[in-house]
């Protein structure tokens, strides 16, 4: 078969790969000027600044990938693990290593509250429980109502409809430990305090193969798929956008790209955002379930104003690890503005990463790599980012000046931001979220939209708006979930 597949994130480059592992004719489309998606990297002043996804884990799946192919991950690219995963901070600077090994973690609770530590020790067991349950379910697709119900037992058994933070709350007394270890919905663009507690498979994920980091960040790995990829003959076309799928009846057809070119095939991958393929690759007379409509009731995740920066001088002797999560007070509060009154909050919060510490190799020599995201609403916020984006970074790197880093901005000699417009107008994503939908539970699973189409038989979604999710192993099981429709193992 011939399969054209649209875009090169993550998902994209799973779904291309396995495909052409299959023997299929693989042709790959990609608006920007190099491969990766929301994993672009930029290159400045000598700097490598990786563009979005920084956390890996669950190196099986790339290893699936390789070995499909006849490979060797290892001979493509190498994972250095690390611990602690992050350094969460809270309102004061006083921060928790958050470790891989258990002991590890209760001696880090313990700085805090003794007494949670046999609550920690009970959240994990009732984490691993809900692990064993659905992580069998993360790469299979969800294309029946069927489907769904044969999970609800267990959702309802294991208590995985509760909120994250309502379930690290059962088990955890004190305030910041509870937002410490609840924090992880906010890596795939949901609220802890309404998304279900079924995605605490990712705190089981970190558990069971740690967090890593590729060398040469996370552009290595985009880098080393796109090699595997032109190894096994697919064409891979850079600077093609494709402004409409071609559909005839039930069927897709191909793609028209915005030069005006045709091509056709058996069937279609997409690793686009799917509000936006639906809303302007496919015509609104063609669609009958995602109307305008539909798409508009749905409920999508925050955004991220996100800046890179590369330093003239080092910053080790600063409290920063590799990833640093800084919250504060008025936690919920600030969770309500971003995702339900679409407001942007008068506080911060950040992700910081500083990839330097474990890879020098990535900045000039002498220099620090950064990156600082922000949590933002998206774009229903009332928020003109052309007018307040170089006021809303200012603030942002005053505050990391004045608290952590200083001097910071007389040492800046690389920088790069983007914001909201960015993921709308070069992303392409519905409303500048960062991660498509929320991951809700009425936005999970089956009622998610489904990898393959139910508008179209031969036209398959892959990446963070459909099933598993966002998220870096959710988005490479979606492109497994998506190579297995096409042709089953």
Not at 87 to 97: A, K, M, T, V
């Amino acid at each position: 078969m011939k399969i054209i597949v649209i875009g090169s994130g993550f998902g994209g480059l799973a779904a291309a790969n396995r495909l052409a592992a299959k023997g299929h004719e693989v042709v790959l489309f990609e608006k920007r000027d190099r491969l990766g998606g929301r994993a672009y990297q930029y290159e400045i002043n000598g700097f490598k600044f990786d563009g979005g996804p920084t956390v890996l884990t669950a190196p099986y799946i790339f290893d699936e990938i390789f070995a499909a192919a006849g490979r060797r991950r290892e001979d493509y690219m190498e994972l250095l693990p690390l611990d602690p995963f992050y350094r969460i901070f809270d309102e004061n600077g006083r921060y928790l290593n958050y470790r891989h090994k258990l002991e590890d973690m209760l001696a880090e609770i313990e700085k805090f509250n003794p007494a949670d530590k046999v609550g920690y020790q009970r959240f994990i067991t009732r984490a691993q429980a809900i692990f064993e349950a659905f992580h069998p379910h993360t790469d299979r697709p969800f294309l029946t109502l069927n489907s769904m119900l044969k999970i609800m037992p267990d959702v309802m058994r294991l208590q995985a409809f509760r909120s994250t933070y309502g379930f690290v709350a059962q088990n955890i007394r004190h305030p910041f430990l509870r937002q410490a270890l609840s924090f992880h919905p906010l890596l795939i663009g949901g609220n802890p305090f309404d998304t279900p507690s079924i995605y605490t498979l990712i705190i089981q994920f970190e558990r069971q193969w740690g967090v890593h980091y590729a060398r040469g960040g996370t552009g290595a790995v985009v880098e080393a798929l796109g090699r595997l990829l032109a190894e096994q003959g697919a064409a891979i076309h850079l600077e093609s956008e494709v402004e409409e799928i071609l559909v005839n009846g039930r069927r897709v057809s191909g793609v028209r790209l915005a030069n005006g070119h045709v091509e056709t095939a058996d069937a279609v991958v997409c690793n686009g955002d799917v509000a936006f393929t639906y809303r302007h690759l496919i015509p609104a007379a063609y669609r009958r379930k995602y109307t305008n409509r539909r798409l508009d009731f749905m409920g999508y995740s925050n955004s991220l104003f996100v800046i890179y920066f590369g330093t003239k001088r080092r910053y080790l002797d600063s409290p920063f690890h590799h990833h640093n999560i800084i919250l504060g007070d008025g936690h919920k509060q600030f969770m309500r503005d971003i995702f339900s009154r679409h407001k942007l909050p008068e506080r911060l919060g950040l992700y910081l990463h500083m990839p330097t510490i474990t890879d020098p190799t990535i900045a000039p020599e002498g220099c620090e790599s950064f990156y600082v995201l922000s949590l933002v609403p998206n774009l229903k916020a009332d928020v003109d980012w052309e007018v307040k984006a170089q006021a809303y970074r200012d603030r942002v790197m005053q505050f990391l000046e004045d608290n952590y880093l200083p001097d910071l901005q007389a040492n800046i000699i690389a920088e790069h931001r983007i914001d909201p417009l960015h993921f709308q107008n070069t992303l392409n994503s519905y409303q500048g979220a960062a991660f498509a939908m929320k991951p809700t539970l009425l936005q999970s699973a089956w009622l998610r939209p489904h990898n393959r189409s139910e508008e179209f038989d031969n036209l398959y979604f892959v990446g963070a708006g459909t099933h598993p999710g966002a998220g870096v192993p959710a988005v490479l099981s979606s492109g497994k979930i998506a190579a297995n429709l096409i042709h089953p193992d």
